[in-house]
């Protein structure tokens, strides 16, 4: 079974701080997409990555994925307020890229 | 690009009814998806659907859920008998093309069985 763990499940830091969260897995993905989630409203893509030790960068967010495609990070420069949310993983399976299996999310915090 | 919408954005059942949750495309994809997210715990695929036919399915997908694209338009997700564990958000969501590997998500469907 797939499974994609993400650390820290919380993180509470003041504005203008850096963070970084990551997800991990034992197994290969295809790719790998990260997305933001309001409460009760659905996840909204921020990127997708698909090869190994891609980095791509969306303004203060830089999202890394692992040279061997099994983890990827997301990098904050900079936090602000508007930036707290849920920031969940999911990644495509490298042979059935149709299903996409999500993490539990880093629930984020920025303090004004 | 605009994602897909859902109807209802609630539905409350009880336990044992049928209900049908919609998705309508903005636009004609031919790739869908169906996720359920039981209050605070992850994202769970159920089902993916591609030209009329189910593709992939997850083995939280029994026969009481059932897909299907009855008017080439609207994307339905059926529960024949629901359970009070079927109490979850609902999310469709579509897939531009095969060369496209990104899955755009609707708003959900807040399923409540009492």
């Known amino acids: 079974t797939q499974l994609l763990e993400q650390s820290p499940q919380f993180l509470s830091i003041q504005e203008g701080e850096n963070l970084t969260v990551y997800c991990n897995s034992s197994?290969?993905?295809?790719?790998l997409q990260w997305y933001r989630q309001e409460p009760g409203e659905g996840p909204v893509l921020l990127v997708t990555v698909v090869t190994g030790g891609e980095v791509k960068k969306l303004k203060r967010l830089t999202f890394q994925f692992g040279d061997a495609r099994k983890d990827s990070s997301l990098h904050i420069t900079a936090a602000q307020p508007g930036d707290t949310g849920l920031y969940l993983c999911?990644?495509?399976?490298?042979?059935?890229?149709?299903?996409?299996?999500f993490g539990k999310g880093t629930r984020l915090h920025i303090l004004p | 690009e605009p994602e897909v919408t859902q109807t209802p954005s609630h539905q409350v059942t009880q336990m044992g009814q049928e209900v049908i949750l919609r998705c309508v495309p903005i636009s004609n994809h031919l790739y869908f998806y169906w996720y359920r997210q039981i209050l605070g715990q992850k994202v769970e695929f159920l089902v993916s659907f591609y030209n009329n036919e189910i593709s992939e399915k997850s083995e939280i997908f029994d026969d009481q859920f059932s897909v299907e694209r009855p008017d080439g338009s609207n994307f339905t997700l059926k529960i024949r008998s629901t359970k009070l564990e079927d109490s979850a958000m609902y999310f469709c969501a579509r897939r531009s093309g095969r060369a496209h590997i990104e899955q755009f998500f609707g708003p959900g469907t807040r399923l409540t069985v009492l």
């Open positions: 197994s290969v993905f295809s790719s």
């Open positions: 999911a990644g495509a399976s490298m042979n059935r890229d149709d299903k996409i299996i």
